[in-house]
């Protein structure tokens, strides 16, 4: 199995990003330091930080899109946006995509995914910045072969999460 696990905070600590493999499992991990969080400046400075740093994120995905069977997105209140229309535009289905988020801003992430017709896809609830939820996700991934188990099936069958 061939993974994408895409975040713009860093979740699995002095790794570098690029294909790990373990097996017959691999994963692209594609991270960043989540440094934008880290200064006082204002929300458009922050968000413009994080598409700059997003961006070769979207350029090492792009050219590896045709060997990935699945993409586990964290999908945070910034920055997640450009992405997942881009995936979408470029034929993400709801069965290829994971998407991790926290509570914070849910009903503006749920629009956006189904803004994407990407509803009824494979998601997660995690922890603020989901940094632990993506470790153990990358860490399951890479040892035994295991996709998360998500507690509802999709958003289209939930009411309210």
Known sequence: MKVAIISYNEFVDCEGNGWKVAGKNSVLLLQNTGSAYLKSIT?????KEIKEVTNPLWIQLQNERANIDKIVLYVGSN???ELIEQLAKQGLTYDQAIFVFCDCDITQKI???KKNQLESSQFVLSECGGRETMLKIYKDILRKGALPNPKKKSLTKSKKI
């Open 43 to 47: 929300m458009e400075e922050r968000q």
């Open 79 to 81: 920055g997640s946006e």
């Open 111 to 113: 629009q956006l995914i």
